[in-house]
Structure formats: structure tokens, C-alpha cells
């Protein structure tokens, strides 16, 4: 059996930049393994611009920025399969994947760093009622199909879901000359970005049907129509406020999860945020395996993503040559009151961890209120936000001095400001 | 009279308002001013789209203009997009349309497709 140091399941941003890392700590016998014929990931269909202004301080697409990191990857020769889709991980680390070249081959690693990414909630999983036509398409397939494959999915748009990557379709395929007559959101607010809404929506006039949802599809072969509806506080659609449009075609964009079933099968306990759970250094309660990017949890900035990619990468790379340190710390993390989930689920402190990164949402906008961490009950960290919405991810920096217990638990939860 | 909006310079898409004599509040950065100005007074975008490209692996290739344009030039500019078409070799900032459609930005490729 072949074996390697390090192999790093995906070649998007989170694996790449873990590559790098990985490399750079002195870990040269990596193989990334890449199931599609591109390095690069989900970028290489993310043609907007706006990523990077946080890694190199400019605004780049996505196919430029993923280019920096292939560079960097082709520079050191670090070996890559693309077109090859991983089956299996096994607990002592054989990892299994199957390619057009190589058959099913298994390679022994000494470490694993899981970067598989996540997938698009589809249309059975939210069961719209209604015919089921052809033209009812996940938002990032027609993307896909627009910006890689060069061809639109329909003429006459209508998109479920406010999530960033329907309101970039929405321009996208306003742009290239389709007509996008609304886009409807379960929520009363809007789970994409300020700007989206700005630069992708209202530039070109296209409304949002805030707590509204998709009652009906109808056609025989192909959608020839769609019907929304209002929906009332516990999202039941309210009859009378139905609404039809004449559409070809409708999109949606209703959540993205962790592609993670590959360490779920190993039985590795699963984080709120539908990845495994993992402490500081991204490492899964397997040692040797870790998880980083979206398959960990769905970041909205690619900038995070690497950063989390790199902190796996150095981490693998200490594993390897045996550096990593041990720790008979051990504190779990919980999302508490108001918070969706918390990265990472576990804290092994360790006498070199200066501070402890926390990453974690809310689980809907609000205002006025107080971050707080508290640990084994008592809180240690308040901090103020004038505004917090789920879309947009905390990231939050304890020096290590705050935490006075190497064990126990610790909750991140909301507590709204007291208005005298 | 005072104009609300929202800034489109980075992800925080703070809401700015921008009164008659352009003074700009509810910016977190310096950069909101800037963009505050240029959107009352004359707001740009950059256009990302794709151009046909004769290659084995790609039927598309990424493009985008490489300084923001006049808004209402949008469709104008997409317009030339669409009837472009490119053979490889092509280098990320390459020039695919200098000056498109007399906007003073050129069209530039963002990706490598060497075949």
C-alpha cells in the first residue's frame, strides 16, 4: 500500500491553504486529493469579485484568488490527483478513493486532514408542494452550469432563499440576460449579506418577499410556474396572500451543510454545525485526523476558511513529526442561549495556546445584546454588540489568562443589554 | 435632501447616509466616505461575467472589467461580453477588450487557461 505523511481530502481553499501550511512546517510527502478535474474548489464557479480582502488586502474573483493558492501549492511540488473521489477513511488512517486512472487504491497516511467542504440543501429536502417539472435547480448548479459550462439554466427566474448564492445568481443571471422576478425568504430577514442585497438585488430592481415561501410548482415536464405565499410567525403560508409567477425556471438557496459524512462514518461526534467536533488545532477526537473549511462549518468569507485550513495544516504538521502536544486539558464547548453552534466543540490547552479562537453564529439577528462566555458557570468574557445577525460568522480571540480552569465547560451565549 | 445606503465595499455592508454637501456617516471605514461619494454622485460597478474560449478544457473563461464602471454602462458592457470569444493561451489580467464600451475600463481575464 502506498503510504504518505499527509493527505488532505479535497483541493479547495481550506485544503490548499492547509497544504501550504503543511509543507511550510516542514511536512513534504503531502497528497491532496481532489475529486474534480480543477484544484480550487467551489471558487473556480465564484467569478464575483470580493474575496481576499482580508489574505492579501485586494479585491479578487474567485478563480484569481484560488490561482494564488495553486501557485503556491505548484511551487513547493506538492503532489495532487484530481478527478479522484475518495470513498472511505478507516480509524488507523487507510484512506480509499476510486479515479478513472488509478482504480480503487488505498493509501496509508500518517495524517488526514479532512477538507471535503459542503453541499447545497436540494429540493427534496425541503418539499415544496406541487408538480415536479425539470427546471427546479440548487443555486450553486446553476452557477455551476452558468460560469463553468457556459450555459443558463432559464430565462424566466424565480429564487427560494435569500442566501448569498441565489442574490450573486440573481445578478449573475440578470446579467446574462435573464429575467429574475423575485426572490422569496422564509425568514423576515434576509440571510445574505448587506451588500448582496444592495449590489445584486435592488441594483437591478429585483424584489424580496421577506416571510414568504413557495407554495406551489407547476408544469408537466418543465416549471411554467410558481406560486408564493406569505407566511405567518411559525412559517405556516397564510391562505389568501398567494401570488403566482410565470417562471421556467426556480432556484434554490436554502442552506449549505458540511459535506462530512466520510467522518461521521468513523463515529467521530458530530458539532451543531453538522461537521465533526474538534478542539483548537482542528484536530477530531481521532488523533491524527482534522477537519478545517466548510466541511467544519459553512464560512461566509473564503479568507476565514484558509486561515482555518492553515491552522490544520501547521497542526498535521506537528502530528507527524511528533510535536504535537499533549494535554490532559479537556473543555467542552456548548452554544447557548441565542448561539447556533461553537467551533471548536472541544479545548485541550496546552502551555504554547495563547489564546483560544472562537468562531460561532447566532441564531437570529439582534440587537443590543451581550456575547457571553462563561466557564463552568461562571462568566469570564462580555462583549457588546450594537447589531448580530446569523449570516455573518463571530470570530472571537480569549486570551488564554481569562480561561482559570483547564476543564469543565464552556458556554457561548446571548444576554440582551438591560435599556435603563 | 439625505441619502441612505448601503455600502458594497466589504462583506460589513455598513448603512451609510450621505447628505447634500456629501458628508458621509455610518461608515466603520474610510473607505465608506469614498464609496458614499462615488455612489450619490456616480456609481460604478465591476462587471465579472465569462467570454467563449475555443479550449479542451473550458468552454468559458472568467472575465471581469478591471476598474469599476458607470452603472447605467452595465448592459452596454455585457452586451460586448457576450460577443467575444478568445483562443488560449490566457494569463489572469490579460486584455481581452481594452476600453470597452468607451468606458475606460478594459476587459481582463481572471483565470489561466494555457490547454
Not at chain 1, 411554467?224 to 389568501?240: T, W
Not at chain 1, 461521521?264 to 467536533?277: H, K
Not at chain 1, 473549511?293 to 513529526?321: P, S
Not at chain 2, 473550458?58 to 447605467?72: D, F, G, S, W
Given at each position: 500500500?502506498?503510504?504518505?505523511?499527509?493527505?488532505?481530502?479535497?483541493?479547495?481553499?481550506?485544503?490548499?491553504?492547509?497544504?501550504?501550511?503543511?509543507?511550510?512546517?516542514?511536512?513534504?510527502?503531502?497528497?491532496?486529493?481532489?475529486?474534480?478535474?480543477?484544484?480550487?474548489?467551489?471558487?473556480?464557479?465564484?467569478?464575483?469579485?470580493?474575496?481576499?480582502?482580508?489574505?492579501?488586502?485586494?479585491?479578487?474573483?474567485?478563480?484569481?484568488?484560488?490561482?494564488?493558492?495553486?501557485?503556491?501549492?505548484?511551487?513547493?511540488?506538492?503532489?495532487?490527483?484530481?478527478?479522484?473521489?475518495?470513498?472511505?477513511?478507516?480509524?488507523?488512517?487507510?484512506?480509499?478513493?476510486?479515479?478513472?486512472?488509478?482504480?480503487?487504491?488505498?493509501?496509508?497516511?500518517?495524517?488526514?486532514?479532512?477538507?471535503a467542504g459542503c453541499y447545497?440543501?436540494?429540493?427534496?429536502?425541503?418539499?415544496?408542494?406541487?408538480?415536479?417539472?425539470?427546471?427546479?435547480?440548487?443555486?450553486?448548479?446553476?452557477?455551476?452550469?452558468?460560469?463553468?459550462?457556459?450555459?443558463?439554466?432559464?430565462?424566466?427566474?424565480?429564487?427560494?432563499?435569500?442566501?448569498?448564492?441565489?442574490?450573486?445568481?440573481?445578478?449573475?443571471?440578470?446579467?446574462?440576460?435573464?429575467?429574475?422576478?423575485?426572490?422569496?425568504?422564509?425568514?423576515?430577514?434576509?440571510?445574505?449579506?448587506?451588500?448582496?442585497?444592495?449590489?445584486?438585488?435592488?441594483?437591478?430592481?429585483?424584489?424580496?418577499?421577506?416571510?414568504?415561501?413557495?407554495?406551489?410548482?407547476?408544469?408537466?415536464?418543465?416549471?411554467?410556474?410558481?406560486?408564493?405565499?406569505?407566511?405567518?410567525?411559525?412559517?405556516?403560508?397564510?391562505?389568501?396572500?398567494?401570488?403566482?409567477?410565470?417562471?421556467?425556471?426556480?432556484?434554490?438557496?436554502?442552506?449549505?451543510i458540511p459535506n462530512n459524512g466520510?467522518?461521521?462514518?468513523?463515529?467521530?461526534?458530530?458539532?451543531?454545525?453538522?461537521?465533526?467536533?474538534?478542539?483548537?488545532?482542528?484536530?477530531?477526537?481521532?488523533?491524527?485526523?482534522?477537519?478545517?473549511?466548510n466541511v467544519?462549518?459553512?464560512?461566509?468569507?473564503?479568507?476565514?476558511?484558509?486561515?482555518?485550513?492553515?491552522?490544520?495544516?501547521?497542526?498535521?504538521?506537528?502530528?507527524?513529526?511528533?510535536?504535537?502536544?499533549?494535554?490532559?486539558?479537556?473543555?467542552?464547548?456548548?452554544?447557548?442561549?441565542?448561539?447556533?453552534?461553537?467551533?471548536?466543540?472541544?479545548?485541550?490547552?496546552?502551555?504554547?495556546?495563547?489564546?483560544?479562537?472562537?468562531?460561532?453564529?447566532?441564531?437570529?439577528?439582534?440587537?443590543?445584546?451581550?456575547?457571553?462566555?462563561?466557564?463552568?458557570?461562571?462568566?469570564?468574557?462580555?462583549?457588546?454588540?450594537?447589531?448580530?445577525?446569523?449570516?455573518?460568522?463571530?470570530?472571537?480571540?480569549?486570551?488564554?489568562?481569562?480561561?482559570?480552569?483547564?476543564?469543565?465547560?464552556?458556554?457561548?451565549?446571548?444576554?440582551?443589554?438591560?435599556?435603563? | 435632501?439625505?441619502?441612505?445606503?448601503?455600502?458594497?465595499?466589504?462583506?460589513?455592508?455598513?448603512?451609510?447616509?450621505?447628505?447634500?454637501?456629501?458628508?458621509?456617516?455610518?461608515?466603520?471605514?474610510?473607505?465608506?466616505?469614498?464609496?458614499?461619494?462615488?455612489?450619490?454622485?456616480?456609481?460604478?460597478?465591476?462587471?465579472?461575467?465569462?467570454?467563449?474560449?475555443?479550449?479542451?478544457?473550458?468552454?468559458?473563461?472568467?472575465?471581469?472589467?478591471?476598474?469599476?464602471?458607470?452603472?447605467?454602462?452595465?448592459?452596454?458592457?455585457?452586451?460586448?461580453?457576450?460577443?467575444?470569444?478568445?483562443?488560449?493561451?490566457?494569463?489572469?489580467?490579460?486584455?481581452?477588450?481594452?476600453?470597452?464600451?468607451?468606458?475606460?475600463?478594459?476587459?481582463?481575464?481572471?483565470?489561466?487557461?494555457?490547454?
Amino acid at each position: 500500500m502506498e503510504r504518505r505523511d499527509l493527505v488532505i481530502i479535497g483541493g479547495g481553499s481550506a485544503g490548499l491553504s492547509a497544504a501550504v501550511a503543511a509543507y511550510d512546517k516542514g511536512v513534504k510527502d503531502i497528497l491532496i486529493l481532489e475529486r474534480i478535474a480543477f484544484l480550487g474548489g467551489i471558487l473556480n464557479q465564484c467569478i464575483h469579485n470580493g474575496f481576499g480582502l482580508h489574505e492579501f488586502n485586494e479585491e479578487l474573483t474567485g478563480p484569481e484568488f484560488l490561482t494564488r493558492f495553486v501557485k503556491q501549492v505548484e511551487e513547493r511540488h506538492i503532489d495532487y490527483k484530481l478527478n479522484a473521489f475518495v470513498t472511505d477513511i478507516s480509524k488507523d488512517k487507510v484512506v480509499t478513493y476510486s479515479s478513472a486512472e488509478d482504480g480503487v487504491t488505498q493509501i496509508q497516511a500518517k495524517a488526514i486532514i479532512m477538507a471535503a467542504g459542503c453541499y447545497e440543501r436540494n429540493a427534496g429536502a425541503i418539499g415544496i408542494p406541487g408538480d415536479r417539472p425539470s427546471g427546479v435547480v440548487t443555486a450553486g448548479q446553476a452557477q455551476l452550469f452558468l460560469n463553468d459550462y457556459g450555459y443558463m439554466v432559464g430565462k424566466r427566474v424565480f429564487i427560494l432563499g435569500s442566501g448569498d448564492i441565489g442574490l450573486i445568481m440573481a445578478r449573475r443571471m440578470t446579467l446574462e440576460g435573464a429575467k429574475v422576478l423575485g426572490v422569496a425568504e422564509l425568514m423576515p430577514y434576509s440571510n445574505g449579506l448587506n451588500r448582496n442585497i444592495q449590489q445584486c438585488l435592488k441594483d437591478f430592481d429585483i424584489p424580496l418577499y421577506l416571510s414568504h415561501t413557495v407554495t406551489k410548482t407547476i408544469g408537466r415536464s418543465r416549471l411554467e410556474a410558481i406560486e408564493i405565499s406569505e407566511v405567518d410567525s411559525s412559517f405556516r403560508p397564510i391562505k389568501g396572500t398567494e401570488k403566482r409567477f410565470e417562471v421556467d425556471t426556480l432556484l434554490l438557496s436554502v442552506g449549505l451543510i458540511p459535506n462530512n459524512g466520510l467522518l461521521d462514518n468513523l463515529g467521530i461526534p458530530q458539532s451543531r454545525s453538522r461537521g465533526s467536533v474538534v478542539n483548537q488545532k482542528m484536530e477530531t477526537e481521532i488523533e491524527g485526523i482534522f477537519s478545517c473549511g466548510n466541511v467544519l462549518h459553512v464560512h461566509d468569507l473564503v479568507d476565514y476558511v484558509v486561515a482555518e485550513g492553515r491552522v490544520a495544516g501547521e497542526a498535521a504538521a506537528e502530528y507527524i513529526e511528533g510535536k504535537l502536544k499533549k494535554s490532559d486539558s479537556l473543555i467542552l464547548t456548548e452554544a447557548g442561549e441565542g448561539v447556533g453552534y461553537v467551533v471548536p466543540g472541544r479545548i485541550e490547552l496546552t502551555d504554547e495556546d495563547e489564546k483560544i479562537t472562537f468562531k460561532f453564529r447566532v441564531r437570529k439577528p439582534m440587537k443590543n445584546v451581550y456575547i457571553v462566555f462563561s466557564l463552568n458557570g461562571i462568566p469570564f468574557k462580555k462583549i457588546y454588540k450594537q447589531a448580530i445577525i446569523p449570516s455573518e460568522m463571530e470570530i472571537v480571540n480569549i486570551p488564554r489568562n481569562l480561561l482559570v480552569s483547564n476543564q469543565g465547560k464552556i458556554v457561548v451565549s446571548t444576554e440582551p443589554k438591560e435599556v435603563k | 435632501m439625505a441619502t441612505t445606503l448601503t455600502c458594497i465595499i466589504c462583506p460589513n455592508g455598513c448603512q451609510l447616509t450621505v447628505d447634500d454637501d456629501l458628508n458621509v456617516t455610518g461608515n466603520k471605514c474610510l473607505r465608506g466616505v469614498e464609496y458614499g461619494k462615488q455612489e450619490v454622485t456616480d456609481p460604478r460597478r465591476t462587471v465579472t461575467s465569462t467570454v467563449k474560449i475555443a479550449s479542451k478544457q473550458l468552454r468559458v473563461c472568467p472575465v471581469k472589467t478591471n476598474v469599476a464602471i458607470p452603472k447605467n454602462m452595465i448592459f452596454k458592457v455585457m452586451e460586448i461580453v457576450n460577443q467575444t470569444s478568445i483562443v488560449p493561451p490566457v494569463y489572469i489580467g490579460e486584455v481581452i477588450v481594452k476600453d470597452i464600451a468607451g468606458t475606460g475600463a478594459d476587459l481582463v481575464s481572471t483565470r489561466e487557461v494555457l490547454d
